[in-house]
């Protein structure tokens, strides 16, 4: 199981692109799909953490190799430029939800 997740990982590094705009529609939909389809909820939910699993190890994985040759405060910097990008994403996907659920 841990070598299947592994190989994950490291053939989503070399698409992180697709991976995380897949992240992006899964979870909003999970996110709508509380408003309106409830019964659809807990599957997309597994599919978004099934999702995180593979996405954050392959982000991290695509920084520390792209830091491998510099200081670690330049990786450390980077790391945290992607969690303040994961926390705009969160509080924008957060109000396109409410204010779609409030219709």
Known sequence: MVGVWKDAVTQAAERLFELGCAFAAVDVL???SA????LLSPLLDLAR???????????LRVLAMQHADREDA???KAIAIAVGVAT??????TAVVVEVCSL
């Not at 953490?49 to 982000?59: F, Q, R």
């Open 30 to 32: 999970a996110a709508l």
């Open 35 to 38: 408003c309106f389809v409830p």
């Open 49 to 59: 953490i099934a999702l995180l699993l593979i996405l954050v190890p392959a982000v």
């Open 74 to 76: 330049d990786l450390m």
């Open 88 to 93: 705009v994403y969160a509080l924008v996907r």
